[in-house]
């Protein structure tokens, strides 16, 4: 009696994975060699940056996707760090701003111009200071606009409104080691990280609890990262107790045991996981293990050559989740000869929907970008729905202040079906929060927030600062001082200034009706 073996039919089995041609690559950048697990590397459909080598503080490239081939040696860098940078990232909202997070033990915010940097950029829009150790991990919230999420290495995680230079929350006592990972719910209403004591937690900023919480999720000692998952489960790689890497699949609402586990090799790099929630498939790359270097001088005086890192993983994995058993489904590998060193990811609306292109990386080496697109082969030229429902634009859900006082709401979806254009970007603009809300009473410190961008009619504040903010959170009026003899009058001021500011608004807006009646007059419209 023969059997015959069954093979699961999915349309992303035969996806493939190809590397860009030589001149479509970035040449001649020094990528960072500081010993952080970070993926080094951001992309959206403007921009590409990597973080680089930087003598004296720390600097990242940003490149246009165009700006292909050898980079100059002088070309400029965003450099306001004294410290290396460990993290950044793109907000999901605005394809001209990017956060980084330092070992100076700042976040800073970035407004980049619209073709890119033609001299160094030095002045953030706003730096966010609240951490007393280096910032490892920056992560924008996927629905509402402004707000950012920042860890660092005391075990804290911050959750700011650049809009404001504002600390919305302190997390503190949730973590009692160093944090790996932190990934946010589709949603934003929670996130979860996966920590140096080997446990994976949920947690919901806005109560400052957590959730729901599973100790040693991997056994192995080597850093393990977490990502939330579309329908709310959370997927982990680590390590095993005997070094092998592993992967698993959790179900939040019971997190005793895993809903699948995989162990693949005993490789000692990193595993960084890369989500597509429109098609459900996880990539899971592999990173360079570069161990910490001390400084070695000869007895001559003079330093020895830097010796390259160990050879590590130069894969790409993918596996699609599914609802049935084992719900972890190897699809295939894409292998490349030489390590990576970091790995970038686009968002879907920044792929070639015309070539069926699902995904693409952009993988860092020693001293190269190589871009890598991942492609479903479909024969027809037309417009693949299966392949690309929906995916989330740039428009966000919500402002920040309606997140903070409890709104919870999925991103907001755009189609790909015709070429995607996006919105023309609008300007970060940093108002700092005014000492008294617009009913005269006291402010309170994480109840509400201040002016954010994109607000059409903002509420009356003080005038906005286009400067560098150096802020942690404001002090507030009236909350544990007495009350001092010219409160009164600065109340009294502060009212005339709103007064005037609405004032200036209500103007604004009739300027700019009647410059449309204008327009619409020189143009033969009646």
């Excluded at 990597?50 to 980079?71: C, D, M, N, Q, Y």
């Excluded at 150790?133 to 804290?156: E, F, M, Q, Y």
């Excluded at 929670?190 to 959730?211: E, L, Y």
């Amino acid at each position: 009696m023969s059997f015959r073996k069954v093979v699961r039919q999915s349309k992303f089995r035969h996806v493939f994975g190809q590397p860009v041609k030589t001149d479509q690559c970035y040449d001649d950048i020094r990528v960072s060699r500081v010993t952080w697990d970070s993926t080094f590397c951001a992309v959206n459909p403007s921009f590409v940056a990597i973080i680089v080598e930087a003598s004296g503080g720390g600097a990242f490239l940003v490149l246009p996707l165009h700006k292909t081939g050898r980079i100059d040696k002088s070309y400029p860098t965003v450099c306001g760090h004294t410290g290396p940078v460990l993290d950044i990232d793109w907000c999901p909202h605005n394809d001209h701003v990017i956060a980084s997070g330092s070992e100076d033990c700042t976040v800073m915010v970035w407004q980049i111009p619209e073709n890119g940097l033609s001299q160094p950029l030095t002045e953030p829009v706003v730096v966010l200071e609240g951490h007393s150790k280096r910032v490892g991990i920056i992560t924008w919230h996927p629905t509402a606009r402004n707000v950012l999420l920042s860890a660092g290495c005391d075990n804290v995680v911050l959750i700011w409104n650049v809009g404001t230079a504002e600390e919305l929350y302190r997390l503190e006592g949730l973590h009692p080691d160093l944090i790996y990972s932190v990934s946010w719910s589709r949603d934003g209403a929670r996130f979860c990280t996966a920590c140096k004591d080997k446990s994976v937690r949920v947690i919901d900023p806005r109560r400052s609890t957590v959730v729901a919480e599973k100790e040693r999720a991997h056994e192995g000692a080597r850093p393990m990262r977490a990502i939330f998952l579309a329908d709310g489960k959370i997927f982990t790689t680590g390590f095993s107790r005997m070094s092998e890497r592993q992967l698993a699949l959790w179900d939040t609402e019971n997190l005793d045991e895993p809903m699948g586990l995989q162990e693949l090799d005993s490789s000692n790099g990193a595993l960084l996981p890369f989500y597509d929630p429109d098609t459900n498939v996880v990539y899971v790359c592999g990173k360079v293990w570069c161990p910490p270097r001390l400084p070695i001088v000869s007895p001559h005086g003079q330093s020895p050559p830097i010796t390259p890192c160990p050879q590590g993983d130069s894969s790409i994995r993918y596996f699609e989740i599914t609802e049935e058993p084992p719900y972890i489904h190897f699809l295939n590998t894409f292998t490349s000869k030489e390590p990576q060193r970091g790995m970038g990811w686009m968002p879907k609306r920044g792929l070639d929907v015309s070539k069926c292109e699902i995904a693409r990386f952009y993988k860092l080496h020693e001293r190269k970008c190589e871009p890598i697109i991942m492609t479903v082969p479909r024969k027809s030229d037309l417009f693949q729905d299966d392949l690309y429902p929906d995916t989330a634009g740039p428009e966000a859900a919500m402002e920040a202040e309606e997140w903070v006082a409890g709104r919870t709401a999925g991103p907001v979806l755009v189609s790909l079906r015709q070429a995607y254009v996006p919105p023309k970007q609008r300007d970060l603009k940093v108002s700092r929060r005014s000492l008294l809300h617009e009913g005269g009473a006291p402010a309170t410190g994480t109840g509400t927030t201040g002016s954010s961008t994109g607000s059409t009619t903002p509420p009356p504040t003080l005038p906005p600062t286009t400067n560098t903010t150096r802020l942690s959170a404001p002090p507030a009026l009236g909350t544990g001082t007495a009350a001092t003899p010219g409160a009164g009058r600065l109340e009294e001021v502060l009212q005339e200034v709103w007064a005037l500011r609405a004032l200036v608004a209500e103007q604004g807006q009739r300027i700019s009706r009647l410059e449309e009646q204008l327009s619409r007059l020189e143009n033969g419209h009646v």
